[in-house]
């Protein structure tokens, strides 16, 4: 003996997504059918089209026919649930007008006779479209504005940005191109309704400029070499500036890190750069300043920079030392003096030694030019001859010079006759 499942036992319900509807609007109804029997096959869902809507779409297969929306084909398993959603556009209607929907109904194949639901209401409102818009300030050049749509009843939208550009989205986003004043009209609408609404807005502008933007100069080692920037807030806002120094090796002080400006406002800066001691003859430094917008949202923010070159000049110099030496001698004997030359310049330079005054004859060592490299040194060897018919303390004084390139020094050396030395013999008797 085979058991049948018993039949299935269908109830419907319906409910709409909103009491009250603008016209021109969408709305939505959501059907559930309850199987509370058997397994039910064959299910068709109907629904006819309330008065007062037009058909949008319908979930689950559900389509359009006759003025109806339906669905079929269906399979409802024991003890379940079944949901399918469709959604209209109310036309344009009177405000307070009911919107009444109690035409849908579910069978299937185990249950032939159609089951329907109770009724469902809704009421129609008429305010109208009411198109509204806001923006944030300031816009800027080159930096997208995002415009917030406050229309009410709206289902769709156009946006003339008043420089020749449009969208229509909800929510747009635009970039202008130059600064200056633009109207921005908003026409919202739906199929009842259109409302428009403009606002003006101006484009401004974080700049800045930096006068010259490049410069160089030059000093000698140890020396400080000064810089005048100009600044100019080119922008159309009032701006608070950063001011920093980089890329530089040798030691550089600005003499100022921020600077507020309103708009068109100048103000100078000074760089200073120290040529450090020792710096070769010849030599470059580069520092980048940087003047950078505090104010600016944008990335990269608005801002330039200078270009400051600084070359250590060319410096010869020399020294000799000791400054003066004396030394004393018999006659006929020769005196050596030992003095040390130094090129203190910052370049290699070449170098030779003269003397002058002395009556007594001197020889030099070397002889003829040397070269010294920037900062190096050496020994110079000066020969003083007395003569064997120079008399008890007698003077001979020589300045000896060593000359370079532009430069000189001298040392004075004075040698002075003494007395001879007489050796006797000692006699010593038994």
Request: contains cysteine; hydrophobic residues 40%; negative net charge.
């Amino acid at each position: 003996m085979t058991l049948l499942p018993p039949p299935p036992e269908l109830a419907i319900g319906k409910v709409a997504s909103k009491e009250q509807v603008e016209v021109g609007l969408p709305l939505s109804y959501t059907i559930v059918v309850t199987n509370t029997g058997g397994p039910a096959t064959g299910v068709v869902i109907s629904d006819t089209l309330p008065a007062s809507t037009l058909f949008a779409w319908a979930s689950d297969g559900g389509t359009l026919t006759g003025g109806e929306v339906v669905w079929s084909g269906l399979g409802l398993p024991a003890g379940s649930t079944l949901t399918v959603t469709y959604g209209v556009t109310v036309t344009c209607v009177s405000s307070g007008t009911l919107i009444v929907n109690d035409g849908y109904q579910v069978y299937a194949g185990e249950w032939p006779t159609p089951t329907s639901g109770l009724p469902v209401t809704v009421t129609a409102v008429a305010e109208g479209v009411s198109a509204e818009f806001t923006f944030p300030t300031p816009v800027l050049l080159d930096r997208p504005v995002a415009f917030t749509n406050l229309s009410r009843n709206g289902t769709s939208y156009e946006w003339a940005f008043g420089d020749g550009g449009f969208s229509s989205e909800a929510q747009p986003a635009h970039v202008y191109a130059g600064i200056g004043s633009y109207t921005v009209v908003l026409t919202a609408s739906n199929i009842c309704d259109t409302s428009i609404v403009s606002h003006s807005l101006t484009v401004e502008n974080y700049e800045v400029s930096v006068s010259p933007a490049a410069e160089s100069g030059s000093g000698d080692p140890g020396a400080v070499v000064t810089y005048t920037l100009l600044l100019t807030n080119t922008g159309t806002l009032s701006d608070t500036f950063q001011v920093t120094a980089g890329g530089n090796d040798w030691p550089t002080q600005l003499s100022t890190g921020t600077l507020p400006l309103d708009v068109g406002q100048e103000a100078t800066v000074v760089v200073e750069v120290t040529v450090p001691a020792g710096t070769v003859a010849g030599a470059q430094d580069s520092v980048f300043v940087t003047v950078r917008s505090l104010s600016d949202p944008r990335t990269p923010p608005a801002a330039a920079q200078a270009t400051l070159t600084t070359t250590a000049n060319t410096v010869y110099g020399v020294a000799l030392g000791p400054a003066t030496a004396s030394q004393v001698a018999s006659p006929g004997e020769t005196v050596t003096y030992t003095l040390q030359v130094t090129n203190t310049g910052n370049i290699t330079d070449i170098y030779g030694l003269s003397h002058q005054g002395s009556i007594w004859p001197v020889a030099l060592s070397p002889s003829g030019v040397f070269t010294l490299g920037a900062g190096a040194w050496r020994n110079v060897a000066v020969y003083a001859t007395v003569p064997v018919t120079a008399t008890l303390g007698e003077q001979a004084v020589a300045t000896i010079q060593v000359a370079g390139t532009g430069v000189s020094d001298t040392s004075t050396l004075t040698t002075t006759v003494s007395p001879y030395q007489v050796y006797l013999p000692l006699l010593v008797r038994d």
